[in-house]
Structures are given as C-alpha cells and as structure tokens.
C-alpha cells in the first residue's frame, strides 16, 4: 500500500453550479487558498513506502452532456491522503484511494464512504466539479460534529460481482473499509459509518449499506440513483445477465432499509427519476426525498449537496 499527503484539488466553476465558499506535521499538510499549486512538495513518508503525487486530470461523469472542469487549482483548508493498494477482488489490480479530512481537528473521526459514477473514479468527489471537501470542511468549521469522506476507485464495476471476475462492492466491503481502520495516520473509525454515492455510486451506496445494515451504516445520502426497475431493460454495463440483475437489483430488496435513514435527491429530468420514485413507493418508512428541475450532471448533483452533507454529518453525530 502507497499513501501520500497532497493538495485538496479543487475544479473550476461549472456553469452556475451552486458552491459554498500551517504546519505540516508528519505527512499531512493543512492546505490554505494562499498556497500556489507548486508550492507544497511530497512529503516524507515511511522508509518503505513510494510516496507518489497525484496529477490533477478530468474526471468524466456518465452523462455525456456533463461539463468537464478545468485544471484544479488550490482550495482552502482540507487535509488529502492519497494512496493505493493491490486489490485481490479487483483481480489485483492497483488501487487508488483518497480521504479527506476537516484542518484543525484532531483525533479519530467517523467516515463516510464515497462511491463515485461510471467513467469517473476516486478523485471526482474532490475534482469532478463536487468539491465534497470544501462541503465537509464548511460543515466542521461551522461548529458542527466533524467526520471525514473516503473514496476508492471501482472501475466500471457496479459495486457487485461481475462475470470478468471482479466484485466492486467486495473491494469497498472487504478490502477499503478495514484499510481506513487500520491506518493510524488517517485516523478514521469504522465501526459506524455513512454511504455516499451519485448515479452509479448511488446505486452502489443503497447495495453496499443495505449488506451492512443498522445500526453499522448510520446513514445513506444518494443522488441520481442507478436504478433499474425492468428486469427486461437494462444496460450490461449494469448487469451481465438477467440472473445478475435478478440476484443485485434493489427493487424488492426495500426491508432491507427499514433501520438506515435515507436522503435520496433526484432532479425531476433525470433518467433515474421514474425508476427511483418506483423504488422508493416500496420503502417504509419513506426516505427523505428532493427533487427540482435538473438532469444527470455536476451541476444538478452540486447543488444538492450541501443538505446531504449536513444530513450525512448529523447522523453521524446521533
């Protein structure tokens, strides 16, 4: 495994999305607005370990029509590790990770687990026009119960098994969480956690939180949900055969949320709309819901995530 300190990357504005808003101790670095891009070098890391930087690159969303951000630039305050792992459920393929922590707070925090689109990867929360850390740091700043984001590249994968042989959902499960448990220097605890995901992350963060259950998984905040509700209609990127779909499709599976609080945002012109609000009819009881003129991009899933966040912090902090 590989871990670095690095820069909180930060997009460019996306059209009129809506956005809010020291010393280097070991290998972290606290991270300010006045610090230019080449400013903060690697750290030192352990004797045994390959200390790499992460270049800043585009991160895609699955809808085509999302706009691309520009080359990241430096944001205020956030504390990023970065790091990697060979993955035995991703057919051993390297790993990347990343975790943001609020600056200035010390000692273990809860996390959340961010489970991101198709065609994107670990660093869209952070560079793909989402900016979660900034959310996260707004949240810790304002006097609220802190806690930190973690995200880990799952490919194309679903976050469930697939017939190539890869099992997204068993890297996170199996592989992710007990590496943010073991690694003393993030100072995370997963004993109680909360799931976030958009589009396929979204679909990924129900599965994942339901295997779980309460009173482990304190939380679920989804946008954009990839759900698909016809067993005679769905894409292979999503399920390899309809007994895949049949054994990993949510629809029938709602008991299995009777004890996780729910916030489940979805604009009213996205794909995902009908499907989810069929979902959702089969829920008890019914989740928290938001929905407001908007389709599958940054600039919709932006918008909702200052309330996702503070939902996401207080039931962390119950």
Same mark, same amino acid.
């Given at each position: 495994?590989?871990?670095?300190?690095?820069?909180?990357?930060?997009? #460019?504005?996306?059209?009129?999305?809506?956005?809010?808003?020291?010393?280097?101790?070991? =290998?972290?670095?606290?991270? #300010?607005?006045?610090?230019?891009?080449?400013?903060?070098?690697?750290?030192?890391?352990?004797?045994?370990?390959?200390?790499?930087?992460?270049?800043?690159?585009?991160?895609?969303?699955?809808?085509?029509?999302?706009?691309?951000?520009?080359?990241?630039?430096?944001?205020?305050? %956030?504390?990023?590790?970065?790091?990697?792992?060979?993955?035995?459920?991703?057919?051993?393929?390297?790993?990347?990770?990343?975790?943001? =922590?609020?600056?200035?707070?010390?000692?273990?925090?809860?996390?959340?687990?961010?489970?991101?689109?198709?065609?994107?990867?670990?660093?869209?929360?952070?560079?793909?026009?989402?900016?979660?850390?900034?959310?996260?740091?707004?949240?810790?700043?304002?006097?609220?119960?802190?806690?930190?984001?973690?995200?880990?590249?799952?490919?194309?994968?679903?976050?469930?098994?697939?017939?190539?042989?890869?099992?997204?959902?068993?890297?996170?499960?199996?592989?992710?969480?007990?590496?943010?448990? #073991?690694?003393?220097?993030?100072?995370? =605890?997963?004993? =109680?956690? #909360?799931?976030?995901?958009?589009?396929?992350?979204?679909?990924?963060?129900?599965?994942?939180?339901?295997?779980?259950?309460?009173?482990?998984?304190?939380?679920?905040?989804?946008?954009?949900?990839?759900?698909?509700?016809?067993?005679?209609?769905?894409?292979?990127? %999503?399920?390899?055969?309809?007994?895949?779909?049949? %054994?990993?499709?949510?629809?029938?599976?709602?008991?299995?949320?009777?004890?996780?609080?729910?916030?489940?945002?979805?604009?009213?012109?996205?794909?995902?709309?009908?499907?989810?609000?069929?979902?959702?009819?089969?829920?008890?009881?019914?989740?928290?819901?938001?929905?407001?003129?908007?389709?599958?991009?940054?600039?919709?899933?932006?918008?909702?995530?200052?309330?996702?966040?503070?939902?996401?912090?207080?039931?962390?902090?119950?």
């Amino acid at each position: 495994m590989t871990t670095s300190a690095n820069q909180a990357p930060s997009p #460019g504005p996306l059209g009129d999305s809506r956005t809010r808003g020291g010393p280097v101790t070991g =290998r972290r670095a606290l991270l #300010g607005a006045g610090l230019a891009a080449g400013a903060l070098g690697l750290l030192a890391a352990c004797s045994d370990e390959k200390v790499q930087r992460v270049a800043p690159q585009p991160v895609r969303a699955d809808d085509p029509s999302t706009q691309v951000p520009k080359t990241p630039t430096p944001t205020d305050a %956030a504390e990023i590790f970065t790091g990697s792992f060979e993955s035995a459920q991703m057919l051993g393929r390297e790993t990347n990770w990343m975790v943001a =922590r609020p600056a200035g707070v010390t000692g273990e925090l809860p996390v959340v687990v961010v489970l991101h689109a198709l065609n994107t990867d670990h660093r869209a929360a952070f560079m793909g026009g989402l900016e979660m850390q900034s959310l996260m740091q707004d949240w810790a700043t304002e006097g609220n119960a802190p806690f930190a984001l973690a995200s880990v590249d799952a490919d194309r994968s679903y976050y469930h098994p697939r017939t190539d042989g890869t099992d997204g959902g068993a890297m996170v499960l199996d592989e992710f969480l007990p590496l943010l448990e #073991g690694n003393p220097e993030l100072g995370l =605890r997963t004993d =109680r956690i #909360g799931f976030f995901g958009w589009s396929m992350g979204g679909y990924g963060a129900l599965r994942l939180g339901a295997m779980l259950g309460a009173p482990r998984v304190a939380a679920i905040a989804v946008s954009s949900p990839a759900l698909w509700g016809d067993p005679a209609n769905f894409p292979p990127r %999503a399920f390899d055969t309809l007994a895949d779909y049949q %054994a990993n499709s949510l629809f029938g599976q709602q008991d299995s949320f009777t004890q996780i609080p729910l916030l489940i945002e979805c604009g009213s012109s996205d794909q995902f709309f009908t499907y989810t609000r069929q979902w959702m009819a089969g829920l008890r009881p019914p989740p928290a819901f938001g929905t407001s003129p908007g389709g599958h991009t940054n600039r919709y899933w932006r918008g909702v995530l200052p309330e996702q966040i503070a939902f996401l912090g207080r039931s962390l902090a119950d």
